[in-house]
Nanobody, 131 residues
């Protein structure tokens, strides 16, 4: 089992910044964290859940950020890989939504963009950006 707990959401004005954190725990993650894909998804009103950013926990690279966040969003992990952070700057009203952290144990280096592939989900944290 894997438990994911998000934090860091809030309300900001356009142009502001927020940092979301996802704390991962559980025996499976502790033992196999190098093989986990962890993503941030956004659920906006009236829209499908979309992937915002992904990291393959065992990788040394900086992960993937969707086009909507390129140049504004950045991923980082704590040294022990137990926390994934999403730093968001120059926020726009269209960034508003519920942000979920999700994870699954991947057999390959590539990580899926489909929410259906992700087995574990956090409870979500709300981000509201006003104009």
């Amino acid at each position: 089992q894997v438990q994911l707990v998000e934090s860091g959401g809030g309300s900001v004005q356009a142009g502001g910044s927020l940092r979301l954190s996802c704390a991962a725990s559980g025996d499976s993650y502790r033992n196999y964290y190098r093989s986990y894909c962890i993503s941030w998804f956004r659920q906006s009103q009236g829209k499908e859940r979309e992937r915002v950013a992904t990291i393959y926990s065992g990788s040394s690279n900086n992960g993937y950020v969707a086009d909507s966040g390129k140049g504004r969003f950045a991923l980082s992990q704590d040294n022990d890989k137990s926390t994934l952070n999403l730093s968001m700057s120059s926020l726009r009203p269209e960034d508003t939504g519920m942000y979920y952290c999700a994870a699954y144990l991947s057999g390959a280096r590539g990580c899926s963009s489909s929410p259906a592939q992700y087995k574990y989900w956090g409870q979500g944290t709300q981000v509201t950006v006003s104009s």
